[in-house]
């Protein structure tokens, strides 16, 4: 005779209510995202050779995504950053000599990585983007009268590592948590930073 597969046992009315009642917590489609950041500048300008207590290590700034969840798995995203302005001491051989004040800004392409689709959901981020740097040579800080302040931008190339973890409050509506660390070259090369940041995500 011809052999056949058992047919499936029916599922009983409790089954599929249970089945039905299990939220998926793997949002497809396009999303906005938008973080509150401390920032940790890593640049060899940071204090320069004085340093003392004028230097400042750490500021603030902000970033915002659009990008879209494809699976399980894997998210595409265009970051934009923002980094508040930081004072550094170029070139000070003594106390006295003029700072500098440094703005970042940046856009980003990058890949989320995702680990598991559960509520909490931990990813990797790896990225490519360019990086506006906008130097202001001694500005108001300037203590000789005869050089005025002057202001340069500089554009250059940058890439993105980072971890975090995206909690799922609502279906629609998510909290994220994230460490990421830009590594910058050419003409910015030297000024690496490193941001921890809070904030949530809509679909």
Do not use: C
Not at 187 to 201: E, N, P, R, V, Y
């Amino acid at each position: 005779g011809v052999k056949t597969k058992p047919e499936p046992k029916a599922q009983t009315e409790p089954q599929v209510e249970h089945a039905l009642s299990q939220r998926s917590y793997v949002r497809g489609g396009w999303y906005l995202g938008f973080e509150g950041l401390v920032i940790m500048e890593n640049s060899k300008y940071v204090g320069g050779p004085v340093g003392g207590p004028d230097k400042h290590l750490l500021t603030g700034g902000f970033d915002f995504r659009m990008g879209t969840r494809h699976n399980r798995w894997l998210a595409t995203e265009i970051q934009g950053t923002w980094v508040n302005s930081y004072k550094t001491i170029e070139y000070a051989d003594s106390p006295g000599d003029y700072e500098n004040d440094f703005t970042i800004w940046g856009i980003w392409i990058n890949e989320r990585f995702y680990l598991t689709k559960d509520r909490i959901q931990p990813f990797l981020t790896g990225g490519l983007g360019v990086i506006q740097l906008r130097t202001e040579f001694g500005g108001n800080l300037q203590p000789n009268p005869d050089s005025a302040a002057s202001v340069a931008s500089t554009w250059g190339f940058s890439a993105l590592l980072g971890v975090g973890v995206e909690i799922y409050l609502t279906d629609n509506f998510i909290t994220t948590v994230g460490v990421n660390y830009y590594f910058t070259t050419g003409a910015i090369k030297d000024h690496d930073f490193l941001t921890a940041g809070i904030g949530f995500q809509f679909f």
